[in-house]
C-alpha cells in the first residue's frame, strides 16, 4: 500500500475536504431520504421538481421550466410525456408559436401539492435542521450555485 505524500496540500486533496463531494454525496442522500414518500405518489424525484416548479409559476413553456430546474427540453421532454401519460400535467403547443410547449397541471398534478408540505416536514427532520437553519442553508448553496453559474 503506498502512503499519501505529507505536505501541506494533501490535507486539501482529502476526499472529506472536497465541497463538491460533500454537496454530491448530500444530494444522492436527500434524493434517497425522498425516495419512500415519493415512490408512494408515484413520483421520481425529477418529477416532483417539475411539479414544484409548476405549484410556484402555474403553467409553463418546456423552456421555462428547464430554466427553473437547469435541465435541457431533451431531458424534459420524455419526463414530461411520461407524467402526462400519468395523468399530472397537459402538454399543448402555443397557439401563438407551434414551437413552444407549455405545460400545465392537470386536478390530479395540483391535488399532489397536499402531499408536499407533509414530505418537506419529513425531511426537515430528516435533516436534523431547524426550519430557519435549513433556509440559511439553502441560500448558502443557492449563492454558491450562482457563483459558479457565473464562471462557467
Not at 25 to 33: G, H, I, P, R, V
Not at 103 to 108: D, N, R, S, Y
Not at 122 to 149: F, M, N, P, S
Request: charged fraction near 20%; aromatic fraction near 4%.
Amino acid at each position: 500500500m503506498t502512503s499519501a505524500p505529507d505536505s501541506p496540500s494533501t490535507d486539501a486533496l482529502q476526499l472529506d475536504n472536497q465541497l463538491c463531494f460533500a454537496l454530491y454525496s448530500t444530494a444522492l442522500q436527500m434524493e434517497k431520504a425522498y425516495q419512500p414518500h415519493l415512490k408512494a405518489l408515484g413520483l421520481t424525484f425529477p418529477q416532483y421538481l417539475v411539479l414544484l416548479v409548476l405549484w410556484e409559476h402555474g403553467a409553463l413553456t418546456v423552456s421555462d421550466i428547464g430554466k427553473h430546474l437547469l435541465l435541457d427540453s431533451g431531458t424534459l421532454t420524455p419526463m414530461l410525456k411520461r407524467m402526462e401519460a400519468h395523468g399530472l400535467v397537459m402538454r399543448e403547443r402555443d397557439a401563438t408559436d407551434e414551437r413552444r410547449v407549455i405545460v400545465t397541471l392537470t386536478a390530479k398534478g395540483d391535488e399532489m401539492r397536499v402531499h408536499a408540505t407533509a414530505i418537506r416536514m419529513c425531511i426537515l427532520q430528516a435533516t436534523g435542521c431547524t426550519t430557519q437553519q435549513a433556509k440559511d442553508l439553502t441560500q448558502r448553496i443557492q449563492r454558491v450555485r450562482e457563483h459558479l453559474l457565473t464562471a462557467a
